[in-house]
């Protein structure tokens, strides 16, 4: 019997992995062809339109194939997975070409096609399938049985899938047996290896789909959204097992960087580097339900806020994540989490009620209130020292329309719209959460953005929340919208193949600002009148954030009215213009800090917190595996760890 996979290219939610990821562990596993689909319905592409530039077809037939996605026309989407690939069968269903050429001097498009399907063939010669007729579709989960009574056609079958899961299950059905395939690296790829990196010694698990420098793939996860990264190594697991293959590969190179990688965000934590390993997490982004009735997900670290605000959306649900939609769950949710429903719904972490993790010794462990209560205890706030998270359970709230505001100031007294902003946002209901972004002054002017979420859906409510924050300035632009919050997440860029393309390396500082006093607004505005700080931004806290005892997670800063964050150029510069305001900060906020400094450490974990953080760490990563985020040495005062040390 021979299998292939059918993908439908406008169905966003793969529940684990992308489309051409699919296609991949496919090949990989030794399956015939994919089959690549849109069903969304939509309508042809206007004569001499788009089709001709994209190659795409058009014509009845084709628009019933093939509609217009959201992302990929299944066209486009094959010349990419031919790049992708080296040697499964790419099934596209045209219209017989040849045919349309005849029937149709006028319009363009037959040709471009048919030139279009020349050059595929010379990119992946012999690999594209254009007659619909070459396979036959069988439904969604067939059996084997009903798999077997299809084949009988003679032809190869193909089943729609939207998950690893279903390749793998549809490969052992092929082969009874997964069929793993290293990739054949040319001499030149070969040659750019980086020094002290195993190459050969890859787990078979992970062997597929690891990217190295000189492979195709490498730019698209090389760097990281804010920073320029050149790691020797991406392993890219899909599974917890194959996390913890990754570990077991990167306890044997603990003399490189180790970089731990959800959706790319980070700022404080690396998760890219120069030399070293990466484990990106981006496959597993998986969104379930587990219990509607206690509004229960498991969610998956590589996946986005974005994704998660629409996948909750139809339920009515959100949980309270960062201001951008674009941000990993892997990185937030092991560090805080402050975000634009703060006041009204607390931190991410305050959702959390569970998490699946893979411990540097290779164990997998759920971590609770109820088990390794203190390993859970830790990774709300620290997560990043003491595992890799394979999946998050939150407890959703029920939110509905909320008010997402967009404001734009400008001032010339930048002191008097700080000292404003914080007595307002203080003062504000708990429903209101608004944050200030300011930086560099031109011409003497500020000009200062405030971006909010009112929970609530009256208008009026809305309006009458945001009124006071009108007096800050002079009010240059507004945008305010009633929205799900899957509007005030949606915003964020979908990062496609090509993926993060940082540049340079972050210099930032942040710190909690207990209130925000007349003496701090006249310092800040120092700060900025020196213009070393290109980005500066006040996160209003309080509400549902203080209600959690500090105590309850490692995440102390409850009583802080503000968390300030700022960046700069580099190290040097903007030490000299924050160090000065130190005294009016109470800890930092790891999440937007890259100060090396070792008191740093200090300023994120008050004494306590930090001597049980060590203990924790001692435990459970006792040779500090995890390293690349706000390190707590489990053996500070030892050059070395102790070897052999084991987790107990
Ligand atoms: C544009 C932008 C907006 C932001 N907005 C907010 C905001 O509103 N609120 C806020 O609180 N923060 C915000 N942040 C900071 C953000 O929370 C952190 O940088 C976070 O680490 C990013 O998560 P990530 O998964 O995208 O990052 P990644 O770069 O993938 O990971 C960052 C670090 O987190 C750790 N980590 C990642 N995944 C895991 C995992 N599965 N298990 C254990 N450790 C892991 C690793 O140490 C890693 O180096 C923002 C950052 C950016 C760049």
């Known amino acids: 019997m021979e299998l292939g996979i059918a993908l439908d290219l406008s169905e966003p939610g793969v529940s684990t992995g992308t489309w051409d990821e699919l296609a991949r562990l496919a090949e990989e596993r030794g399956l015939a062809l994919v089959v690549l689909t849109a069903s969304d319905g939509r309508e042809s592409v206007p004569e001499g339109g788009g089709?001709?530039?994209?190659?795409?077809?058009?014509?009845?037939?084709?628009?019933?194939?093939?509609?217009?996605?959201?992302?990929?026309?299944?066209?486009?989407?094959?010349?990419?997975?031919?790049?992708?690939?080296?040697?499964?069968?790419?099934?596209?269903?045209?219209?017989?070409?040849?045919?349309?050429?005849?029937?149709?001097?006028?319009?363009?498009?037959?040709?471009?096609?048919?030139?279009?399907?020349?050059?595929?063939?010379?990119?992946?010669?012999?690999?594209?399938?254009?007659?619909?007729?070459?396979?036959?579709?069988?439904?969604?989960?067939?059996?084997?049985?009903?798999?077997?009574?299809?084949?009988?056609?003679?032809?190869?079958?193909?089943?729609?899938?939207?998950s690893e899961q279903e390749v793998r299950r549809l490969a052992d059905l092929v082969s009874g047996a997964p069929r793993v395939v290293r990739p054949q690296r040319s001499l030149a790829v070969r040659a750019r290896r980086r020094p002290g990196i195993d190459y050969e010694s890859v787990p078979e698990s992970l062997a597929g789909l690891a990217v190295e420098p000189g492979d195709p793939g490498y730019r698209g996860v090389a760097s990281n959204y804010l920073r320029a990264g050149s790691p020797g190594l991406v392993l890219r697991p899909g599974t917890p097992d194959e996390v913890a293959d990754a570990l077991g590969y990167a306890r044997r190179h603990t003399h490189l960087p180790l970089g731990i990688r959800s959706a790319g965000h980070g700022v404080s934590g690396r998760s890219t580097n120069k030399g070293g390993l990466v484990v990106d997490l981006r496959r597993m982004n998986g969104i379930e339900v587990l219990d509607p009735a206690r509004r229960l997900v498991r969610i998956g670290p590589g996946a986005t806020w974005k994704q998660v605000s629409a996948a909750l959306h139809p339920h009515g649900w959100a949980i309270g994540s960062g201001d951008y939609g674009g941000v990993g769950v892997g990185g937030l949710a092991t560090a805080g989490g402050i975000g634009l429903l703060g006041r009204a719904h607390g931190l991410t972490i305050d959702h959390l009620r569970g998490v699946e993790l893979v411990l540097a010794d290779g164990s997998q462990v759920r971590a609770s209130a109820d088990e390794h209560p203190e390993l859970f205890w830790a990774f709300r706030g620290a997560g990043a020292n003491f595992g890799v998270g394979t999946a998050f359970e939150f407890e959703a709230d029920r939110i509905g329309q909320v008010g997402h505001a967009e404001l734009t100031f400008v001032t010339t007294d930048i002191e008097k719209s700080l000292a404003d902003y914080g007595r307002i946002a203080s003062e504000a209901p708990r429903d209101t959460t608004v944050f200030l972004v300011t930086g560099r002054p031109r011409q003497g002017q500020w000009t200062v953005q405030l971006f909010g979420v009112v929970d609530n859906p009256d208008p009026e409510v809305i309006v009458e929340r945001l009124t006071p924050f009108a007096q800050i300035g002079l009010l240059a632009q507004q945008q305010v919208v009633v929205t799900p919050y899957m509007g005030v997440m949606g915003s964020a860029a979908d990062v496609g193949p090509e993926g993060h393309q940082g540049f340079g390396q972050p210099v930032s500082r942040s710190a909690f600002l207990p209130r925000l006093t007349p003496e701090f607004a006249r310092d800040a505005a120092d700060l900025l009148r020196s213009g070393r700080v290109y980005f500066f931004e006040l996160r209003a806290m309080g509400g549902a954030i203080a209600d959690v005892p500090s105590g309850e997670m490692a995440f102390p800063?409850?009583?802080?009215?503000?968390?300030?964050?700022?960046?700069?150029?580099?190290?040097?510069?903007?030490?000299?213009?924050?160090?000065?305001?130190?005294?009016?900060?109470?800890?930092?906020?790891?999440?937007?800090?890259?100060?090396?400094?070792?008191?740093?450490?200090?300023?994120?974990?008050?004494?306590?917190?930090?001597?049980?953080?060590?203990?924790?760490?001692?435990?459970?990563?006792?040779?500090?595996?995890?390293?690349?985020?706000?390190?707590?040495?489990?053996?500070p005062d030892a050059r070395t760890a102790p070897s052999g040390a084991v987790k107990s």
């Open 51 to 162: 089709a001709a530039a994209s190659g795409e077809p058009s014509g009845e037939g084709a628009a019933a194939e093939q509609p217009a996605t959201a992302g990929l026309d299944p066209w486009t989407a094959a010349t990419w997975l031919a790049g992708r690939t080296s040697s499964i069968g790419i099934g596209v269903p045209l219209p017989d070409l040849r045919a349309e050429s005849s029937h149709d001097a006028v319009t363009p498009y037959p040709m471009v096609v048919a030139k279009a399907g020349e050059s595929f063939d010379l990119l992946a010669p012999g690999r594209l399938l254009t007659d619909a007729a070459a396979w036959v579709h069988a439904p969604r989960g067939a059996s084997a049985e009903e798999l077997s009574v299809l084949a009988g056609q003679g032809r190869p079958v193909v089943v729609p899938v939207d």
């Open 557 to 635: 800063h409850r009583a802080s009215a503000f968390q300030v964050t700022a960046m700069g150029a580099n190290d040097g510069s903007i030490n000299q213009v924050w160090d000065p305001l130190r005294h009016h900060f109470d800890g930092l906020y790891l999440s937007f800090e890259t100060d090396p400094r070792p008191e740093r450490l200090h300023d994120a974990f008050p004494p306590a917190v930090l001597e049980r953080l060590r203990e924790i760490k001692r435990h459970y990563d006792p040779n500090n595996l995890f390293r690349d985020n706000f390190n707590i040495d489990p053996h």
